[in-house]
Nanobody, 119 residues
């Protein structure tokens, strides 16, 4: 299983960026997908997640970020609006996926993509 991220980059405060992450490989089911981020010197933190038909975003990004998932394409998206300098971080996609090796599921990670919010 591989998670391929795209998007990210440099944006000015108040701007927008979109991230996407596609899961590929052999698996039976994706139970959950979402995004974490890690700023320099800080621990990795959950940003948003999709489990079944339910989405959750953390309070610090609520009203600014939106997560969505395309089940047919095994892809999760993160639309980030009204970006702030404190949103600067490496953003990691994750997916909880069932495979023949992991019949109850295993967490897979993307390689991370840098988001920098600066003027």
């Amino acid at each position: 299983v591989q998670l391929a991220e795209s998007g990210g980059g440099l944006v000015q405060p108040g701007g927008s960026l979109g991230l996407s992450c596609e899961a590929s490989g052999t698996f039976s089911r994706i139970n959950a997908m979402g995004w974490y981020r890690q700023a320099p010197g800080k621990a990795r933190e959950l940003v948003a997640t999709v489990i079944g038909g339910s989405t959750t975003v953390v309070d610090s990004v609520k009203g600014r970020f939106a997560i969505s998932r395309d089940n047919a394409e095994n892809t999760v998206y993160l639309q980030m609006n009204s970006l702030k300098p404190e949103d600067t971080a490496v953003y990691y996609c994750y997916a909880r996926i069932r495979t023949s090796t992991f019949p109850i599921g295993n967490t897979f990670w993307g390689q991370g993509t840098q988001v920098t919010v600066s003027s």
